[in-house]
Each structure stands twice: as structure tokens, then as C-alpha cells.
């Protein structure tokens, strides 16, 4: 099994970047999807981004974030990342990593085997 660590969060004003990392330890991590989900107080946790196994050839995105998100990998580094650009205040939240065992491009919670414990980001206005 695999274990994620985010890093990344802070405070940032709209309109800024901001870039996540998630580094797994524990199992090899290649054949794992990854994905970033995020969550405010009160509601659902969402799907922000996925990525598929190995290469990583394939993604998907929240319609909220697409074209101003993107998620990409490093297998040697056991690390996924998520470059967040145009960040808006809706986009504030806790930011949590996670990964499936199933090798397809879940984007369900509740397919997601592994979490990470999160990292706030927060979009001033």
C-alpha cells in the first residue's frame, strides 16, 4: 500500500497560482491512479483531478477547474502534482491526494483506497 503526504497549501490572491505536491511512500507507486480531491466545510469532498497508472497518458478534470488546473506525475519521484493557475475564491479548500489500486480513471471517493490528510489552500479576494 501506498501512503500520500501533500505539501503545497497556503494562501494565495485570486487570480494567482499555486502548485501541490503529493509524494507516496510505502509501495511501488506506478501502478496506482492518483487523484486530488478537494472539500469545504459543509459539503461533499469533490474531484478536482485525476491521473491515470503508470505514464500518465491519461487525465480528467472537474469542469469547475478545467483549463486552469492541470495534474501530471513523477514515477521516479513517487510524487503527483497539481499546478493550480487563474485561482479563484471558490477554489478555497482543503486539498487531499489520493490513490486507487483499480487502474482506470476512477472518479468516485469511494474508489480511492489511500488519503493523504490534506492541505489547505486558500484564495483571498
Known amino acids: 500500500q501506498v501512503q500520500p503526504v501533500e505539501s503545497g497549501g497556503g494562501l494565495v490572491q485570486a487570480g494567482g497560482s499555486l502548485s501541490l505536491s503529493c509524494t507516496a511512500s510505502?509501495?511501488?507507486?506506478?501502478?496506482?491512479?492518483m487523484a486530488w480531491f478537494r472539500q469545504v466545510p459543509g459539503k461533499e469532498r469533490e474531484l478536482v483531478a485525476v491521473?491515470?497508472?503508470?505514464?500518465?497518458?491519461?487525465?480528467n478534470y472537474a469542469d469547475s477547474v478545467k483549463g486552469r488546473f492541470s495534474i501530471s506525475r513523477d514515477n521516479a519521484k513517487n510524487t503527483v502534482f497539481l499546478q493550480m493557475n487563474k485561482l479563484r475564491p471558490e477554489d478555497t479548500a482543503v486539498y487531499y491526494c489520493?490513490?486507487?489500486?483499480?487502474?482506470?480513471?476512477?472518479?468516485?471517493?469511494?474508489?480511492?483506497?489511500?488519503w493523504g490528510q490534506g492541505t489547505r489552500v486558500t484564495v483571498s479576494s
Open positions: 489520493a490513490a486507487s489500486r483499480l487502474q482506470t480513471l476512477v472518479v468516485h471517493r469511494s474508489e480511492y483506497h489511500y
Open positions: 510505502g509501495a511501488t507507486f506506478s501502478p496506482y491512479t
Open positions: 491521473i491515470s497508472s503508470w505514464s500518465g497518458d491519461r487525465t
